[in-house]
């Protein structure tokens, strides 16, 4: 008998030790005027002790929401057998639905969803949960759009992020926006600078559009600014957006700015991002040991 309530006792600690994802989970914007719908990575013994934690912030792409990288990008199988084989510390990763907006503010001002993240939904995120509150701890990431949007947002507040990690970001040179498909065009930057919707040429670089652009980022910024964050990115051969990320690569080593970049074989699919996600959660842990 005695035996058995010790198999019972271990086998309720195993159970309870283990990690936990909470999908799509919600926050009142008060600046957007609505809810914020978030899911969370949450590591092995999280519940069951009472210590603070480094925090990833990872991105979903066009047209997915906060579930996404849960149920597409494996990201709990992932991320389990990374921390179980001592590859990389225990991390609590935030997965934000970034409704399409490309993690930007809307230029008439009336959809400031940048502002929402940084003012709203981090401050609320690290005080609901036992998050390390250093810019050493605090990495962003992301895939495509996202991916963009990680990069783009760490770069710019660069005393918040300490790392950044983007898979096939949506990064593209400003010859390659200028020749955009008008369709294509409009359907994705329309969504930030709807005074950009059926324009040509540089009538396209509007204010929106520039700011969306890691490349002039990166060449516009002080380098001593953009050395402080640690930086990943990757992108596959065969994708779309190989020119924009290949394009980074070369403006960073221009500046002389520390990077990682890998060019893989692969495409703009899951298949691509699902063997991204352990580089980067292993490059962003790394820089959190450093």
Known sequence: MRNLVLIVLVVTSFATAQSKVIESLTMTSKLLNTQIKYSVYLPENYEKSNQNFPVVYLLNGLFGNETDWIKQ???????DSLIKRDEIIPMVIIMPDGDDRLYMNKEDETYPYED???????????QKYR???????????????????????????DSLFGACAGFSSGISTEEEILSEDQESFDSYFGRISPSAIGSKGNDRLTPAVKAYDVLRLVNSKDP???????????????DFLTIGNSQLHIDLTKK???HEFRMRDGNHDWEFWRESLPSGLLFISQTMLN
Not at 73 to 79: F, M, S
Request: proline share 3%; aromatic share 10%.
């Open 73 to 79: 990008g494996d990201l709990k199988q992932i991320t």
């Open 224 to 238: 001593d600014r953009l050395k402080t964050v640690h930086i990943y990115f990757d992108c596959g051969d065969d």
């Open 256 to 258: 002389a700015i520390p």
């Open 116 to 126: 929402m993240i940084i003012t709203e939904f981090i401050p609320f995120v690290e």
């Open 131 to 157: 998050i390390k509150s250093e810019k050493k701890f605090r990495a962003i990431s992301g895939l495509s759009m996202g991916g963009a949007g990680s990069l783009r947002l760490a770069l710019k507040y």
